[in-house]
């Protein structure tokens, strides 16, 4: 069984940085492509980054590019989310997901077989 474990959220002041990690445990983290989405009150989950099971590709959505920065420690079972200059509209509660072969429309939820429980990201003005 895959257990996904997000960390590291809580309350930080606009334009000030964040981490967040996700661990993955029970499977194959070296072959998963992995993302992190994330889901506003009132809205719908919308995805934020990802990287390919070998670290040698990422994605970003528009709204976060040049901000965040997702990475892979596949030695430690672990991705994370580094959120730079942080504004109010990044409040969400964010979500790791680990996608198994093969690894397409990597921006889809609908891509992905095991999620965390979410940690709460609040960015204050």
């Known amino acids: 069984q895959v257990h996904v474990v997000e960390s590291g959220g809580g309350l930080v002041q606009a334009g000030y940085s964040q981490r967040l990690s996700c661990v993955v445990s029970?499977?194959?983290?070296?072959?998963?492509?992995m993302g992190w989405f994330r889901q506003a009150p009132g809205k719908e989950r919308e995805f934020v980054a990802a990287?390919?099971?070998?670290?040698?590709?990422?994605w970003y959505a528009d709204s976060v590019k040049g901000r965040f920065t997702i990475s892979r420690v596949n030695a430690k079972n672990t991705v994370y989310l580094q959120m730079n200059s942080l504004e109010p509209e990044d409040t969400a509660v964010y979500y790791c997901?680990?996608?198994?072969?093969?690894?397409?429309?990597?921006?889809?939820?609908?891509?992905?077989?095991?999620w965390g429980q979410g940690t709460q990201v609040t960015v204050s003005s």
């Open positions: 997901a680990a996608a198994r072969p093969p690894q397409t429309k990597i921006q889809l939820t609908s891509s992905y077989a095991y």
């Open positions: 029970g499977g194959t983290f070296s072959s998963y492509a």
């Open positions: 990287i390919s099971w070998s670290g040698d590709r990422t």
